[in-house]
C-alpha cells in the first residue's frame, strides 16, 4: 500500500483510544459499537509474535491494513456501520476514537474502490441539526483529507469543499463546529488546487479564513491562522491580492495576540513567506539570463517591513525566565522569523534593526538585553559582510563582555550571537583588536552551564574552520589552542551531555585537530593518545555494562570519540 499518511493515522488512532486520564470514564470502549473499535485496534497495534513479544513494526501495521481487505466483508460492514454510529455519542473521546477509525478504514478502503459512499454519508451528517454529530462528521472529513492522497478525493473536492466551509462560516453558531470545519478545511488545502484556480471559489474560501481569525472563540482563530499559513505555502502566486486587502493587517494583529497559540500562527505566517520568497530568490539565482522565470517574487516581506518588523522585535522582549529552553515559545519564533526576513530582504534588515540593539543592549531590564542581542545575532546571515562589518566591529566587545551577564539567558544569547559572528566571512573580524578578548570569552564560556558550553564549542568550530592552518606553520589560534583543548577535554569527562554540551566539546576537538597548524601536531598527537585511551576504557565497559541505557551511553560516546 505505502501510504505514509495511513500509517500516521493508524497510529493516532491507537494513541487516540488510549486513556490515562482519570475523569474520563474508563469502560467507555468496552461495550456496544465502540468496543469495535477498540479489537481493530487491538488487533493491529496489541499482537504478539510466537514467543510472546509485541510486535511494533510499521511493516506490521501495513500487513494487518492488508488483512482488513481481505476480512469477511459483512464484518467488515457491521464495523464500519457501528464507527458511523458512534459518531452521534455524546461521549467526546468515542467520537474522536471512531472518527480515526473512520478515516483509517477510508485510508484503506477508498484506494481499492470500495466505501464509496462514506464521504456523502459524512456529508449528509454534517447538514444535521445535531451539533454533536456535525461536528465529529467535520472531524472525521478533516481525518480522511489528511490520511488519503489528493488524486483520490479530487473528484469529491467541491461537495467537501462546500461543506466546510458552510461550517467554518461566520454565521455558524457554534463555535465547536466551526473549529472543526476549519480544521477540516487545513487538511483538505492540498487537494482542492482545482478550486483555488477558481477566483470566485478562492474568493470565498478566503473571505472564510479571514473571517474565521476574528472569531470570539481563541481556538478557531489559531485553526484559521495555521489555514493562511498552509495557504501560503500551496498558493504563495495567488496571495498577492489578499495581502493587499486583508492578510498584512490581519497577521500583525494576530502576533500581538496575547494568546500563544494564535501568536505563533501569525508569526509561523511571516516566516512562511520569507521562506517561500527565499525558495524563488534561490531560482531566480539559479536561472538562466535568457529565460524568463517561471513564478513572480511578489516581495511580500519587504513590503510588510515596517508593520512586521517592529511586531518582532516587541515580541522578543516576551521571554519567560521559567519556560523549558526547548519549549517553542512566541520570543523564539520571532528570533526565527527575524532571521529569515534578514535572508528575504538583506541589507534593508539592517538600518530598522540597528536603532532597537543600541537602545536596549544595556537596558538594566535582561529581557530588553537578551532581546538586543538576539535581534543582532539574528540579522548577520542576508546583509552583504561589508555592510555588517563595520556593526560587528562596534558590537564585538559588548557581545564578549555579555558572556558573563549576570543573567543566563543573556549569557546564552550572547555566545550563540559570537558564534554566528565566527560564522561571517572572517574579514568582518578584526583578529588583531578582537581575538584575544573573544578566545578568553569563549574559553571562560566553557566552564558555564551546558546550554553556554554548546554555543561555545559552535563559535570555536566557526572560527578554526575559518583561519585553519592546515598547510601553515602556524595560525591565529596556535598560542591559544592548547588551553582550548585542555578545557575542552575536561568537558567531555563528564558523565552527562546535558544541551549536548559533552558532544559538542567532542566536536570542537575534531575540527580543532582537523585545522590546526603544523605548531600545534604536539598538543593533537596528546589528544590522539588520550582518546584512544578513552575508546579502549569504552571497550572494557561495554563488556561490563547491564543495562540498555549504560550500553546506549557507551555507544555515544565511542562515537563522539571516533568522530
Known amino acids: 500500500m505505502g501510504n505514509g499518511r495511513l500509517v500516521r493515522l493508524l497510529c493516532k488512532m491507537n494513541f487516540v483510544t488510549e486513556r490515562d486520564d482519570g475523569t474520563v470514564d474508563s469502560e467507555w470502549s468496552e461495550t456496544g459499537d465502540r ?306 526576513l534578514a535572508q528575504t530582504i538583506g541589507n534593508d534588515i539592517v538600518a530598522p534593526v540597528i536603532p532597537f540593539v543600541e537602545q536596549h543592549i544595556r537596558n538594566p531590564d535582561w529581557h530588553y538585553r537578551e532581546a538586543a542581542v538576539m535581534a543582532f545575532g539574528s540579522i548577520l546571515d542576508g546583509p552583504d559582510p561589508n555592510v555588517l562589518t563595520p556593526l560587528v566591529s562596534q558590537a564585538l566587545p559588548v557581545l564578549i563582555e555579555m558572556v558573563k551577564d549576570q543573567v543566563v539567558q543573556v549569557k546564552d544569547s550572547a555566545a550563540w550571537t559570537l558564534g554566528r559572528v565566527c560564522d561571517l566571512p572572517i574579514e568582518c573580524i578584526q583578529l588583531d583588536v578582537h581575538l584575544h578578548s573573544m578566545i578568553s570569552a569563549l574559553v571562560a564560556g566553557l566552564e558555564d552551564s551546558p546550554r553556554i558550553v554548546a554555543n561555545c564549542c559552535w563559535a570555536i568550530m566557526n572560527l578554526t574552520e575559518q583561519l585553519g592552518g592546515l598547510d601553515a606553520e602556524t595560525y591565529a589560534l596556535s598560542q591559544y589552542f592548547e588551553g582550548i583543548i585542555t578545557t575542552l577535554m575536561r568537558i567531555t569527562e563528564a558523565n552527562v551531555n546535558e544541551n549536548n554540551s559533552r558532544t559538542s566539546a567532542y566536536e570542537a576537538m575534531a575540527t580543532l585537530a582537523s585545522t590546526g597548524a603544523r605548531d600545534t601536531h604536539a598538543v593533537i598527537a596528546k589528544l590522539g593518545v588520550a582518546t584512544l585511551d578513552r575508546l579502549d576504557a569504552t571497550i572494557a565497559g561495554l563488556a561490563q555494562a547491564v543495562g540498555v541505557d549504560d550500553r546506549l551511553a557507551l555507544a555515544e560516546l565511542q562515537s563522539n570519540l571516533l568522530n
Not at 459518531?87 to 473521546?93: D, F, T
Open 35 to 340: 468496543y469495535l473499535i477498540k479489537l481493530f485496534r487491538d488487533y493491529v497495534f496489541h499482537a504478539v509474535d510466537d514467543d510472546g513479544r509485541p510486535v511494533a513494526s510499521m511493516a506490521h501495521v501495513e500487513q494487518h491494513s492488508q488483512r482488513w481487505l481481505q476480512a469477511d466483508e459483512g464484518v467488515r460492514g457491521q464495523v464500519k456501520q457501528g464507527v458511523l454510529v458512534t459518531l452521534s455519542s455524546e461521549n467526546r473521546q468515542a467520537t474522536t476514537a471512531a472518527a480515526q477509525a473512520i478515516a483509517a478504514i477510508t485510508a484503506t478502503e477508498l484506494p481499492q474502490g470500495q466505501w464509496q459512499d462514506v464521504i456523502a454519508t459524512l456529508l449528509q451528517n454534517v447538514t444535521s441539526s445535531n451539533t454533536g454529530l456535525k461536528i465529529s462528521s467535520l472531524q472525521t472529513i478533516g481525518f480522511i483529507c489528511e490520511s488519503i492522497s489528493p488524486e483520490i478525493l479530487a473528484a469529491q473536492s467541491n461537495t467537501i469543499l462546500t461543506a466546510v466551509v458552510q461550517g467554518a462560516n461566520s454565521e455558524e453558531p457554534s463555535q465547536e463546529v466551526r473549529y472543526a470545519a476549519i480544521t477540516a478545511l487545513l487538511n483538505s488545502l492540498e487537494f482542492v488546487r482545482q478550486n483555488f484556480d477558481n477566483e470566485g471559489e478562492r474568493n470565498v474560501i478566503m473571505q472564510t479564513v479571514c473571517e474565521a481569525t476574528q472569531s470570539p472563540d481563541d481556538s478557531v482563530q489559531a485553526a484559521a491562522f495555521e489555514c493562511l499559513v498552509r495557504i501560503m505555502q500551496l498558493y504563495y502566486d495567488k496571495m498577492r491580492f489578499y495581502m493587499e486587502k486583508a492578510l498584512y493587517g490581519l497577521t500583525v494583529i494576530g502576533m500581538k495576540h496575547e494568546d500563544e497559540k494564535i501568536a505563533l500562527q501569525a508569526i509561523e505566517f511571516w516566516s512562511t513567506v520569507c521562506d517561500e520568497e527565499i525558495e524563488l530568490q534561490i531560482e531566480e539565482d539559479a536561472r538562466d539570463p535568457g529565460q524568463p522565470p517561471e513564478r513572480e517574487n511578489y516581495q511580500f516581506a519587504k513590503t510588510a517591513l515596517s508593520q512586521v518588523l517592529p511586531t518582532l522585535l516587541f515580541l522578543l522582549t516576551k521571554q519567560d525566565a521559567d519556560a523549558d529552553e526547548d519549549e517553542w515559545n512566541v520570543s523564539m519564533a520571532a528570533a526565527t522569523c527575524l532571521s529569515l
